[in-house]
């Protein structure tokens, strides 16, 4: 199972290299490697696992962060509603893509956070509010699908990441706290 080891901090080069495309058919090493990045999303989630193996909570995971320099992230987002078991949205993405996007922007009003920054990096990182993402599964299948608010701003900063792109690039120097006039602030 993937741990804290697993993932690499910054400083390491795979954070900064544009990541390759996986090619499909998936060789087996490819599909058990999203696989995987699901399962250490889950168990970081889970206050027994979490607390048991050391681990810090995620919602996305990129395969850079694991040294791996290919396009592949896996989202792990519960549903809000605390009763239900179904996630809102749980998936591993193959070679990823913003094809459009909002001109509305948005923002996580605490700031982000990420696995490979062992550092509270403060400021908004301001994002496209709603994005139009194609993928393709395991089974190289295309999908398209359009996000908003919280896993809009999930899955671009794991795109991010198979770009070599890191949260806090996205701060304003000057003003860190520096929100556009129209930005949505979520909480
Ligand atoms: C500096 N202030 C902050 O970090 C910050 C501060 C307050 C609120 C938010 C919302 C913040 N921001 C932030 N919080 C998260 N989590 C909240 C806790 N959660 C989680 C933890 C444990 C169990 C289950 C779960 Cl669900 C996991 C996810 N995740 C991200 N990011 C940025 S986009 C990728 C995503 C990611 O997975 N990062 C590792 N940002």
Same mark, same amino acid.
């Not at 206050?47 to 050391?54: F, I, R, T």
């Not at 993405?93 to 094809?99: A, C, E, H, R, T």
């Given at each position: 199972?993937?741990?804290?080891?697993?993932?690499?901090?910054?400083?390491?080069?795979?954070?900064?290299?544009?990541? &390759?495309?996986? /090619?499909?058919?998936?060789?087996?090493?490819? =599909? #058990?490697? %999203? $696989?995987?990045?699901?399962?250490?999303?889950?168990?970081?989630?889970?206050?027994?696992?979490?607390?048991?193996?050391?681990?810090?909570?995620?919602?996305?995971?990129?395969?850079?962060?694991?040294?791996?320099?290919?396009?592949?992230?896996?989202?792990?987002?519960?549903?809000?509603?605390?009763?239900?078991?179904?996630?809102?949205?749980?998936?591993?993405?193959?070679?990823? &893509?913003?094809? /459009?996007?909002?001109?509305?922007?948005?923002? =996580? #009003?605490? %700031? $982000?956070?990420?696995?490979?920054?062992?550092?509270?990096?403060?400021?908004?990182?301001?994002?496209?509010?709603?994005?139009?993402?194609?993928?393709?599964?395991?089974?190289?299948?295309?999908?398209?699908?359009?996000?908003?608010?919280?896993?809009?701003?999930?899955?671009?900063?794991?795109?991010?990441?198979?770009?070599?792109?890191?949260?806090?690039?996205?701060?304003?120097?000057?003003?860190?706290?520096?929100?556009?006039?129209?930005?949505?602030?979520?909480?």
């Amino acid at each position: 199972m993937i741990t804290m080891d697993d993932i690499v901090r910054e400083g390491h080069p795979a954070l900064r290299e544009v990541a &390759k495309e996986v /090619s499909f058919p998936l060789v087996a090493e490819d =599909i #058990e490697l %999203g $696989e995987k990045m699901t399962e250490f999303l889950k168990n970081s989630q889970d206050p027994e696992l979490a607390e048991k193996y050391g681990l810090r909570g995620g919602v996305g995971l990129a395969a850079p962060q694991l040294a791996i320099s290919k396009r592949i992230i896996a989202i792990e987002i519960p549903s809000m509603e605390e009763d239900s078991d179904e996630p809102f949205l749980s998936t591993v993405m193959y070679n990823p &893509k913003i094809l /459009s996007h909002s001109v509305q922007q948005a923002a =996580i #009003e605490e %700031g $982000e956070g990420c696995l490979s920054v062992d550092r509270h990096v403060p400021g908004l990182v301001v994002r496209n509010a709603k994005v139009t993402i194609s993928y393709f599964d395991k089974d190289g299948e295309s999908h398209k699908i359009r996000l908003r608010n919280y896993a809009a701003i999930v899955v671009q900063h794991e795109i991010d990441h198979i770009n070599g792109v890191m949260f806090y690039d996205h701060i304003d120097k000057t003003n860190p706290n520096y929100a556009p006039d129209d930005v949505l602030l979520l909480s």
